[in-house]
């Protein structure tokens, strides 16, 4: 069992996502995201978070190597692929290519339990959004991974917002716009009402514009 592998970038294979890297003389075959693998160079060091799984896509029924570099991603990755149905590693990796473009509101949607952005935004089904956020909700690098990336930023706070303005029937991309900004810029607000009202003075602006 691997937690992860350090070592140098020795070859690349773009069209089957493989990395390899050698480790004090031994090469390691890893299989890593296309959004991953388009932002490596060979020579370059690197460290990648391991999953080992046996009877993977690419390998015929022996263990292959996937890389991931947070365990976040990691983490993603085997809720995809261990929850959902019919979803191998594979699929997984696609999965985690179409969440790591969006990955604050990915966060977002999980810890919020927001089913309709992993549905609009992602293109997941009902039932897999239900999955998904059964699978990641609870875990301690969710929570941490949103409020490191809002700076102090109150989940919960920002869920009563989105919900208010979409039960105002706003489109749900300008409320993300909109929400994540007067949470950023006004951390010393603390009722709702006054970030609600000066949310909804920024969709005035900003619809003011058009």
Do not use: H
């Not at 509101?105 to 549905?119: D, G, I, P, R």
Request: proline share 1%; net charge positive; with cysteine.
């Amino acid at each position: 069992m691997y937690n992860y592998i350090k070592g140098k970038i020795v070859e690349l294979e773009l069209e089957k996502n493989l990395c390899i890297i050698e480790v004090y003389g031994i090469g390691y075959e890893i299989y890593v995201s296309k959004n991953v693998i388009e932002k490596l160079n060979v020579g370059q060091e690197i460290k990648f978070f391991i999953e080992e799984i046996v009877g993977g896509f690419y390998s015929g029924g022996l263990p292959s190597l996937y890389g991931f570099l947070s365990k976040e991603e990691k983490q993603i990755f085997l809720a995809f692929k261990n929850n959902l149905s019919n979803v191998g590693p594979k699929k997984a990796l696609e999965y985690l290519d179409k969440v790591s473009k969006n990955l604050t509101e990915f966060w977002l949607a999980v810890q919020s339990k927001n089913y309709k952005t992993l549905t609009s935004l992602f293109g997941f089904r009902q039932s897999s959004a239900e999955k998904i956020i059964s699978s990641l909700y609870e875990t301690k690098s969710v929570k941490t991974k949103v409020l490191n990336e809002f700076s102090g930023i109150n989940v919960s706070r920002y869920e009563e917002i989105f919900s208010a303005l979409i039960n105002l029937g706003y489109k749900e991309y300008l409320v993300r716009q909109v929400t994540n900004e007067i949470l950023q810029k006004n951390s010393n607000v603390k009722e709702i009402s006054e970030l609600i009202k000066l949310a909804l003075n920024k969709i005035s602006e900003i619809e003011n514009r058009k």
